[in-house]
């Protein structure tokens, strides 16, 4: 399989390249492989929940152990990259082989690709690898998107009125108001 050239975000896949990818892979053609990789073409890095919603949209019912399977086979065959930001769910997508990193914000968790900085595996080279054969660095870069800088200011502006201190005392309250997924 040739690795993903070009525009790293395709504008949508047509269930017959859905079926190509699945059969170049040897795996058998399902309707619900074929849904998932529509979905994750779609909405890169989606949690298996927001896989299972999409899934559920559009092909009916179907259990949450089938897509979980399905996203294993996938996963399995090289279809689809696993990756899991600390703090988060899994995400899954369909950009594999590239060794590319991601970007996300710890306001809403949007995650975004980012280009490996060398081109291949580990990207960052151990000072000492201890005799380990490594093969892979896992690379995430944290930060605050642009949509949500605006309400980091605007909170910052307004944190000496703080809510938190005025209004109820809630034992329960996040001290960032504006955090709430
Ligand atoms: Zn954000
Ligand atoms: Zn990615």
């Known amino acids: 399989m040739s690795p993903p050239a070009g525009p790293q975000l395709p504008e949508a896949l047509a269930a017959s390249d859905a079926v190509a990818r699945l059969r170049g892979s040897g795996l058998r053609v399902t309707a619900g492989r074929v849904a998932v990789l ?90 000492d690898d201890h005799g380990y054969r490594v093969d892979e660095a896992e690379v995430t870069y944290w930060g605050v998107c642009p949509a949500c800088q605006e309400a980091v200011e605007r909170r910052r502006s307004a944190g000496d009125r703080s809510p938190d201190l005025e209004g109820s005392l809630d034992p329960d309250g996040s001290p960032y108001p504006g955090a709430a997924r």
């Open 38 to 127: 529509r979905i994750l073409t779609q909405a890169p890095h989606s949690d298996a929940d927001s896989i299972i919603r999409g899934v559920r949209t559009h092909h009916g019912t179907v259990s949450t152990q089938a897509v979980y399977d399905v996203l294993r086979v996938l996963g399995q065959a090289g279809l689809v990259r696993r990756i899991q930001p600390a703090g988060g769910p899994a995400r899954f997508e369909l950009r594999v082989g590239d060794n590319h990193h991601h970007v996300v914000c710890r306001e809403c968790g949007s995650t975004t690709d980012v280009d490996c900085a060398v081109g291949q595996a580990p990207c960052l080279d151990p000072s």
